[in-house]
């Protein structure tokens, strides 16, 4: 089993930044790709971006790309979504996710390739 943590959320006003942490433990020899989800109120969970467990890959969504960065740190298990030029509609739940199978290679837009999911953490923007 894998669990994970997320951190960093928080109040923000428009323009301003946000770093959030997911500190997975346990299989972590198991993961194969991580992903970011958000979910505002009223609507579905929505793909964010995504890494594989080696970092080689990324991948992210057409509102945030060029505004939101995935990184992990290998030595402390952590990946890290960096998060700058905030709007207010950025506002939501911010969930990670790990995926464990190669499946992920094939779809790690899809909420379904993945297995875990820690708690969420909140992001509100300001206008």
């Known amino acids: 089993q894998v669990q994970l943590v997320e951190s960093g959320g928080g109040l923000v006003q428009a323009g301003g930044s946000l770093r959030l942490s997911c500190a997975a433990s346990?299989?972590?020899?198991?993961?194969?790709?991580m992903g970011w989800f958000r979910q505002a109120p009223g609507k579905e969970r929505a793909f964010v971006g995504a890494?594989?467990?080696?970092?080689?890959?990324?991948y992210y969504a057409d509102s945030v790309k060029g505004r939101f960065t995935i990184s992990r740190d290998n030595a402390q298990n952590t990946v890290y979504l960096q998060m700058s030029s905030l709007k207010p509609e950025d506002t939501a739940v911010y969930y990670c996710?790990?995926?464990?199978?190669?499946?992920?290679?094939?779809?790690?837009?899809?909420?379904?390739?993945?297995?875990?999911w820690g708690q969420g953490t909140q992001v509100t923007v300001s206008s």
């Open positions: 996710a790990a995926a464990f199978g190669y499946s992920w290679y094939g779809g790690p837009r899809n909420l379904g390739v993945y297995e875990s």
């Open positions: 890494i594989s467990w080696s970092g080689t890959r990324l």
């Open positions: 346990g299989r972590t020899f198991s993961i194969y790709g």
